[in-house]
């Protein structure tokens, strides 16, 4: 149980396009998910968290606008790149918290690797 | 000073040693204590989760937390060729905490 899927897993785009990726926790309600960032040998980098139907909180530095967050239902939350830049290529992360569970364990997706060129 | 200090090593051991890897951290707020497991290119998994001090262990896998010394541990047994991978320890201040604060990650390799 609690598998947390993204799509796609890997993606290049050119600069100045959009791209969207999918976060979807495949059995269970999501009350919350996170989007991270994480570039060569270094750690996770929380962008911004998200409850359903509500918008979603940035972290400091994070351009909201730049990266736009939809956490339309329980099951599915959505991170798009807009006017996507080179330096904006890293592999970007969504975990998800399980609603029925009373502790803050994190369950992961694979990740979703993003070149611009 | 960061809240969670991890040191990236790489560490490398051969096949069967025993692995200590570490985390110390400022905020004496926390809690919750966890250690996640990273293969390259992967999403992190949760290998270990305890609360507040003292030890926890799971097949090859030891966790022990000291709160007084702001330091966690994990420990692998019998450490084998598929532990490669990177080590992330995380923190939370509450059980209804919305954000786990993350070390850096420790790459390790064990070597056949």
């Known amino acids: 149980g609690a598998v947390v899927s993204q799509h796609p897993s890997w993606v290049i785009c050119k600069s100045g396009t959009s791209v969207k990726i999918e976060c979807r926790s495949l059995?269970?309600?999501?009350?919350?998910m996170f989007w991270y960032r994480q570039f060569p040998k270094q750690s996770l980098m929380l962008m911004a968290t998200?409850?359903?139907?509500?918008?979603?909180?940035?972290e400091q530095g994070v351009e909201k606008d730049k990266f736009l967050i939809n956490h339309a239902s329980l099951t599915l939350s959505t991170l798009t790149v807009t006017s996507a830049h080179p330096e904006d290529s890293s592999f970007y992360i969504c975990?998800?918290?399980?609603?029925?569970?009373?502790?803050?364990?994190?369950?992961f997706g694979p990740g979703t690797r993003l070149t611009v060129l | 000073q960061k809240e969670v200090e991890q040191d990236p090593g790489p560490l490398s051991v051969p096949e069967g040693a025993i692995v200590s890897l570490n985390c110390t951290y400022s905020?004496?707020?926390?809690?919750?204590f966890m250690w996640y497991r990273q293969y390259s290119r992967k999403g992190p998994e949760l290998l270990m989760y305890t609360y507040s001090s003292g030890n926890k262990e799971d097949g090859r896998f030891t966790a022990q937390v000291d709160k007084s010394s702001k330091y966690i541990s994990l420990f692998i047994r019998d450490s084998q060729p598929s532990d490669s991978a990177t080590y992330l320890c995380a923190m939370a201040e509450s059980q209804g905490a919305q954000k786990l604060v993350f070390g850096q990650g420790t790459r390790l390799t064990i070597n056949p």
């Open positions: 059995d269970f309600q999501a009350t919350t």
């Open positions: 905020n004496s707020a926390f809690q919750y």
């Open positions: 998200s409850n359903e139907g509500s918008k979603a909180t940035y």
């Open positions: 975990s998800a918290r399980d609603g029925a569970r009373s502790y803050n364990e994190q369950f």
